[in-house]
């Protein structure tokens, strides 16, 4: 489960990262801003699909003559990556994202089939909660 977890987020990541034309990248932007998140988090999503935060790797690539290994672990290069999925740091609960990811899995596919049986279901917005309470 978790391995499926990460390799659907490290697909939807290379699959953002690797859109560079103006049509995909008016996609995406159209796609996070429908997102019904505060701007503050939409703003850190397009950020991190153009890959526009400072992160060590980005300011070596900038040729600023820093070490750019991750502060957390110690052991690779700070990418944004890095920070928010592949460091052992960001791992550590990797166990509740991993049953949260189930439970919401769970919750949007329960909710399309009550949809489509035209039986009472959640609203989209109470789906994370509802998760977050069976974890
Ligand atoms: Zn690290």
Known sequence: MWSAYRMLMEAKTSALL????????????????????????????????????????????????????????????????????????ARAGSGFRCALFAMIAWFLWERRNRMRERQRTWQFHEVGDKAKELV
């Open 18 to 89: 690797s859109s560079s034309s103006p049509m995909s990248t008016h996609r995406i932007w159209k796609k996070i801003w429908k997102l019904k998140f505060p701007n503050k988090i939409r703003h850190f999503l397009w950020r991190a699909a153009k890959d526009s935060f400072p992160t060590k790797q980005n300011l070596r690539l900038r040729h600023i003559p820093i070490d750019d290994t991750c502060d957390g672990c110690s052991d690779q290069s700070e990418s944004l990556m890095h920070c928010l999925w592949l460091c052992d740091q």
